[in-house]
């Protein structure tokens, strides 16, 4: 090499590390990427997507450099290998915004099955751009009747005319087959499925999924839910069968009191319809029809939601859902065609599932039977691991506690007989659960196995079922009753969210009673990832309206009275502004808005001066009541007229939250007309409860709706104040009063005595039922007591969540994380530590990212731990005098009052101390 060429290279070489080390600096500066990317309200990656005009959420990632988001760009393509350049279906362009939830799709119309891609990118505070996140995809289900080409199908199962215990006709469950052939390999399958009752299908004599008894519960007159499932894997060049079994569930069970709506229910069908992309590109259908053949000679002999399931296993039919298997004594099916009077939309939100395994912890024997016991009450069904001798019958029973001579008590399950049978047809170990009932319960009664064989813990195991959602926030504290407190309301939802929000999962009830949901709401929200679960039970409720604008009693509505009840109906206004201001998401309040509406208008039906005469529950099962009547002391016109004005009010937010101006000033002056009058309706010049009984919750609804004018309130507080001494400083409230009781109290600045009240260890209390032996939330304060016994009303769930609506405030204010701003863009920690406690914490996963306040006290000093997700900014008000705050970016005190310190603080970890 000459010397110019050298010359040559080193000029090269040089300029090749100059330019390699402004890449590598500005790969430093490309900051970390967006990750939990989910649609709509939450779900990742769905098939069988309900949602064509989809909305996109992120989280910032909690990394180096990363506060706040100053742009976002999304890009949506029909495959992946478009993105990011090539987006055929939307390109958002770079928007400049901090918004990274709830983003409206705006792209090209999308249509049933189709696939789609989506990526982020987001600049942050310093207008550093991030890399494109992972791609995430959706499929988008059959969204239209017409996209079906399948046939209900089914046996007539009410030939035979068996009754069920109420002497109403019960359906025997059905299996119904089909074999096809392929003469090409599959290069993808879906399979399009739902039921007139609920339905278990396997192909190849392979399980499809582990759903339990979808497709689930809506008002089946308007709507049922389709499910999709991707069977590509199951599927075999040649031939194939499918086989689904089929049973009654919700759709043709008896379900409430109305004796004449279900003595004679349909029978269950089911449709499906499987759509195969052969490898060659060419496509098949295969639809339920006429060609399908059922039996009702299966196994499953009987299967009621409230009454349980009979199995003989002699009956079993090895193989049927295999190609290995001869239907030829089966039965053609009846076909019915799909029209357009009940819609079919796929499901929006998740299937029940088996979501966790409890072990039997003890083994007693009572009267020749073996009880076991969970030590927990729990809701799903026992998986049995039992010996038996061919032809014994195993008899399973269910009770959530026993009575003090250590008896199954069941008469709280009123008429629902919940029990099980297995017939075995051979000796030797069974393995068996039910497949399409369930049950509420703490121990299991067995009768009928070997019994030259001495029964052990491990023959059962408790199948904790429900709605398939995760945990979303915790909770613990340094005091063991309130922990347990914890426990018993999160069991409660474990147990009432069985695809419907329920009253109670074991009687003869498990409806949707509109003001058990909307007292548990913000307490559900908090615990679990329960947002799609409440946007589609809400459409249920949207769909059971009533035309005069009434909202029913339960929803699904079973029992078709058009009767109403202040405190439920207005479940319809509560629940969704309760979602918005913990979700952010506008889109629920769209969707409900017009039922808010519907539902003021029936308010206003109702009232007289706009005095309401609504009757019915008020505040339901108040304890120690004057007249001994479930419900309580309170004025029905009272309680009527306080949700009206606050039903209006809500309406009147949301308005404005829609950028409604005139909706907005219309319910405004309504909710102060309605105040206005119920004011001078109930209550004297000085404040006071006049012309009808003097109860705390009529101080409570009056206080917390904000129902008085400013001189009358300090006034009510005071009397409220005395109604609660007079109580010897406990609680009066029922199912609406109570959870008003913390929102008040805390409002007033009496938190010491909303601690007092928690902590109280005497009937009637939360901490009382624990002293009881409570696991769950009970339906009564004292449903049980040790000294005696059973409350004697029937009406006596042991697993009832409303009571738990406790928890928003523990979560608020012990823990001390709430939203500032709707969403939790903003959002409070202010925790009021008090004695007895000496520690807290809770976490909960907002929209942007995990949130964490944990303090304790020692010795004087309290400190606390607290960690702020990306792209919020949160307000930290610490008690006492707090210990040398130094002033960063991320660290700005806004006030010092005596007694607090308010700090401005942006995304990160941090640890305050103070003085107490
Ligand atoms: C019972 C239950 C339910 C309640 C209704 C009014 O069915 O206690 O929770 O909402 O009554």
Not at 7 to 19: D, E, G, H, P, R
Not at 404 to 409: K, N
Request: glycine share 6%; charged share 25%; net charge negative.
């Amino acid at each position: 090499m000459n010397i110019q060429s050298k010359q040559k290279v080193f000029l090269l070489t040089l300029l090749s590390i100059v330019f390699l080390s402004f890449i590598s600096c500005e790969e430093k500066k490309t900051i970390e990427k967006a990750n939990d990317l989910t649609v709509s309200e939450g779900f990742k990656n769905p098939l069988g997507f309900y949602d064509a005009t989809p909305t996109f959420s992120w989280k910032l990632p909690v990394a180096e450099g990363v506060k706040h988001q100053s742009a976002y760009q999304i890009v949506v393509a029909s495959s992946e290998d478009l993105l990011p350049d090539n987006a055929d279906l939307w390109d958002s362009g770079k928007q400049m915004t901090d918004q990274s939830v709830w983003v409206k799709y705006e792209g090209k119309p999308l249509e049933s099955r189709q696939k789609v891609c989506w990526q982020v990118k987001y600049w942050n505070q310093d207008e550093d751009a991030s890399a494109w996140s992972a791609v995430n995809h959706f499929e988008l289900g059959l969204l239209n009747n017409s996209d079906w080409k399948a046939k209900w199908i089914g046996l007539d199962t009410k030939k035979e005319k068996i009754l069920g215990s109420q002497d109403n006709i019960i359906h025997r469950p059905q299996y119904l087959r089909k074999g096809f052939e392929l003469s090409n390999d599959v290069e993808s399958a879906r399979l399009y499925i739902t039921a007139k009752g609920v339905f278990d299908v396997a192909i190849n004599g392979e399980d499809v999924s582990d759903d339990v008894m979808p497709p689930g519960y809506t008002p089946y007159k308007e709507r049922i839910e389709t499910i999709t499932y991707d069977i590509g894997d199951l599927i075999e060049s040649g031939q194939n069968t499918i086989g689904v079994e089929l049973a009654s569930g919700w759709h043709s069970s008896r379900l409430g009191w109305r004796k004449e709506l279900w003595v004679d229910t349909e029978a269950p069908k089911i449709l499906c319809q499987l759509e195969l992309t052969m490898k060659d590109g060419s496509k098949k259908v295969i639809v339920s029809d006429e060609s399908w053949k059922a039996t009702t000679n299966g196994p499953i002999r009987l299967s009621e939601i409230y009454d349980g399931e009979t199995y003989d296993a002699n009956l079993e039919m090895p193989n049927w859902t295999t190609n290995n298997f001869s239907d030829r004594n089966w039965e053609m099916v009846n076909t019915f065609p799909v029209t357009d009077a009940i819609r079919l939309e796929p499901k929006r939100h998740t299937t029940v599932k088996s979501k966790i395994e409890l072990k039997a912890k003890e083994v007693v024997e009572k009267d020749g039977a073996f009880i076991f016991d969970f030590q927990q009450n729990m809701v799903g069904v026992p998986l049995l691991k039992v010996p038996m001798k061919k032809g014994e019958t195993l008899k399973i029973r269910f009770a959530e506690k026993l009575s003090p001579d250590g008896s199954f008590y069941t008469k709280n399950y009123r008429t629902a007989l919940s029990t099980n049978y297995y017939t075995a047809s051979k000796d030797g170990v069974i393995e068996w659960m039910p497949k399409f009932t369930f049950h509420g319960f703490q121990y299991i009664e067995l009768s009928g196995f070997d019994t030259s064989k001495t029964p052990s813990t491990d023959w059962v195991t408790g199948l904790v079922q429900y709605s398939d959602f995760e945990e979303n926030g915790t909770f613990a504290s340094s005091h063991e009753k309130l922990n347990q407190l914890q426990s018993n309301i999160v069991w409660g939802l474990r147990g009432n969210f069985f695809d419907i929000p329920t009253d109670c999962p074991q009687r003869d009830e498990r409806m949707g009673w509109t003001a058990d949901a909307q007292v548990f709401g913000p307490t559900s929200i908090f615990n679990a990832d329960v947002y799609k679960f409440w946007a589609s039970w809400l459409q249920s409720v949207r769909e059971s309206q009533y035309e005069n604008g009434g909202i029913p009693w339960v929803v699904p509505d079973v029992l078709f009275n058009n009767k109403v009840s202040a405190g439920w109906g207005d479940a319809c206004a509560i629940i969704p502004w309760d979602i918005y201001n913990r979700t952010g998401d506008k889109r629920i309040l769209e969707e409900n808005f017009e039922t808010m509406k519907g539902w003021v208008a029936y308010h206003q039906a109702t009232t007289k001066d706009y005095i309401s005469s609504m009757g019915f529950f008020a505040d339901w099962l108040q304890p120690l009541p004057k007249n001994g009547d479930n419900r309580g002391d309170t004025s029905k016109s009272l309680i009527g007229t306080a949700f009206f004005a606050h039903s209006a009010k809500l309406t009147a937010q949301t308005a404005e939250v829609l950028g409604k101006k005139e909706e907005q000033a219309k319910y405004e002056a309504l909710f102060k007309t309605v105040a206005n009058a119920f004011e001078n309706k109930f209550f004297d010049e000085t404040g006071k409860v006049k012309g009808v009984e003097e109860t705390q919750t009529s101080y409570l609804l009056a206080l917390a709706y904000d129902l008085l004018s400013e001189g009358k309130q300090g006034n009510a507080k005071k009397y409220l104040l005395e109604k609660i001494a007079e109580a010897d400083n406990h609680l009066r409230t029922g199912f609406l009063g109570t959870p008003l009781l913390s929102r008040v109290l805390d409002e007033m600045g009496d938190t010491d005595l909303m601690y007092k009240l928690l902590f109280n260890e005497t009937y009637p209390s939360w901490f009382y039922s624990i002293n009881q032996g409570a696991t769950t939330i009970w339906e009564r304060w004292n449903s049980y007591s040790k000294a005696e016994g059973f409350n004697p009303q029937k009406m006596n769930s042991l697993n009832h969540y409303a009571y738990g609506a406790i928890g928003e405030w523990v979560y608020e204010r012990i823990g001390g994380i709430e939203p500032l701003e709707a969403g939790y863009k903003v959002i409070r920690i202010a925790p009021e530590p008090k004695s007895p406690l000496t520690s807290a914490s809770a976490e909960l996963n907002t929209p942007y990212g995990k949130v964490a306040s944990s303090w304790e006290i020692n010795e004087g000093t309290f400190t606390i731990n607290v960690t702020i997700p990306p792209n919020t900014t949160a307000k930290v008000i610490l008690p006492g005098t707090a210990e040398s705050i130094e002033e960063t970016n991320n660290i700005k005190a806004i006030s010092s009052e005596t007694g607090s310190e308010e700090l401005l603080v942006q995304p990160g970890t941090y640890t305050f101390k103070s003085k107490l």
